[in-house]
């Protein structure tokens, strides 16, 4: 497998953007921004989704501790209800960027759309995940947070078993939403049923 490439364009301070949970039923959206030296060395380091839990917060500690700069941003579902959910990704990760320490000169972008950044270039990079470093650091770093923020929701409601489903659209988390009927953090306008055959 090639190595992930450590930035798009020498010179420039580059800031991986990734978010997590769009195609949820339930919780927020979460957008991660992470600055990696040209240099860094996470090793193991790759797509999220490629990844075991363990290994993601293995990951997660190794980015929080040697980037440059990373900060994670989250959409709530009333938020998502109103904007709709591509607008809340876009969001999150504006406000992501908002919080990093340090300004990035370009912004590499998972995914083939974004909606420009005030004052800042960017470049959409489809499976960029899979592509740069600092996108999969992005990715790992919105994927256990997100992860970490439903373990504590399910505390609240257990009975939708966001501790296992995470809030995506499971058998079993539509089955939940059948019988005990949506709650305030199920985005109302997803079709949280199938519709009736």
């Known amino acids: 497998m090639p190595a992930l490439a450590p930035y ?9 953007c990734d978010e997590a949970g769009r ?34 917060e293995a990951l997660h500690q190794l980015i929080e501790a040697r980037a440059l700069a ?11 209800d109103r904007i709709n959910i591509l607008q809340a990704s876009f969001a ?3 406000r992501a960027v908002d919080r990093l320490c340090r300004k990035p000169e370009l912004l590499l972008v998972d995914g083939n759309r974004f909606l420009p950044y005030l004052g800042i270039a960017h470049s959409c990079q489809v499976k960029g995940d899979g592509r740069f470093r600092s996108i999969a ?20 409601y257990p009975q939708y078993r966001w501790n296992v489903n995470k809030g995506y659209p499971t058998a079993d988390h539509r089955t ?22």
């Open 70 to 80: 990373w900060s994670v941003a989250m959409v709530w579902p009333e938020e998502i």
């Open 176 to 197: 939940a939403i059948l019988e005990h009927g949506p709650c305030e953090l199920h985005r109302q306008s997803f079709r949280l049923l199938p519709e009736p055959v």
């Open 8 to 16: 798009l364009k020498p010179g420039l301070l580059e800031a991986g």
């Open 137 to 156: 650091a992005a990715s790992i770093l919105a994927k256990t947070h997100r992860d970490a923020e439903m373990a504590v929701l399910h505390e609240q």
């Open 23 to 56: 195609g949820c039923l339930a919780g927020p959206v979460v957008a991660a921004a992470v600055i990696l030296a040209p240099g860094t060395r996470i090793p193991g380091l790759d797509d999220s989704k490629k990844l075991s839990a363990a290994r993601r």
């Open 92 to 94: 999150a990760m504006h």
